[in-house]
């Protein structure tokens, strides 16, 4: 398969459909969980027409979690903020293509701050934007849902750009590159997904409104492995 070259995939849960209110016993209960990664989705307002969330609960998670913690930056110039992030715990930094003029110079300045990089692409941004940089990349994260709210509904295309960015990154050699999808990921698509070449599944209302959330985030790791 596309993804045969990256043996391990898993589910990324994202905080932004997490109980604001009881924070701490959801990161206890993803702590516990089999999920590898933490997914944080930033938002300004000026991006995405939604505003999330800041420094202040990325510090809060990284203080209670073991996880990789996976920072998404959908914001305007997010190279004012790199540095910040990692010193309060990122672990990986993704920024917009469709947001950094100076594409090159930002996943440089990530790298810079000892985190790994990503670039994430909108669902009408093509995959081909990344051709002169995704050998420099960790991670690539194709949107399968317009960014700014969560719950939204999968959009099918997802699919075929995983695949012809899985090509391109074998293309160019880079075997270690992660293909992250967010939006609308549920047990439906999960399976045509990390067939197509998709690493990690970011699944946010998907596993925090079901009954059972660590039985959920188990069942995508499940599918994956």
């Known amino acids: 398969t596309a993804g045969s070259r990256r043996p391990m995939k898993l589910p990324a849960p994202s905080v932004l459909a997490a109980d604001f209110a009881n924070l701490a016993q959801e990161t206890q209960m ?8 933490i997914h944080i989705d930033v ?3 000026v991006f995405v027409p939604n505003i999330s969330f800041g ?36 672990n990986m930094i993704t920024v917009h293509a469709e947001a950094c003029p100076h594409l090159h110079r930002t996943i440089q300045q990530i790298k810079a701050e000892g985190c790994l990089a990503g670039v994430a692409l909108n669902p009408g941004t093509p995959v081909s934007v990344l051709e002169d940089v995704i050998g420099d990349l960790d991670l690539a994260l194709i949107m399968s849902v317009n960014p700014g709210f969560g719950g939204q509904k999968f959009i099918p295309n997802a699919i075929q750009k995983t695949k012809r960015l899985a090509e391109m990154a074998k293309q160019v050699g880079n075997t270690t590159l992660k293909i992250e999808i967010d939006g609308g990921v549920t047990m439906a698509n999960a399976s045509d997904l990390y067939q197509a070449g998709a690493d990690v599944l970011v699944a946010g209302s998907f596993v925090f409104a079901s009954n059972d959330p660590k039985a959920t985030i188990a069942e995508l790791f499940s599918v994956a492995n």
Request: negative net charge; glycine residues 4%.
């Open 30 to 37: 993803l702590n516990e969980s089999a999920a590898a990664w």
């Open 55 to 90: 420094f202040p609960v990325l510090e809060a998670i990284a203080k209670h979690t073991t996880k990789f913690l996976d920072c998404h930056l959908m914001i305007e110039k997010p190279e004012r903020y790199i540095s910040q992030f990692a010193a309060s715990g990122a």
């Open 43 to 45: 938002m300004d307002g």
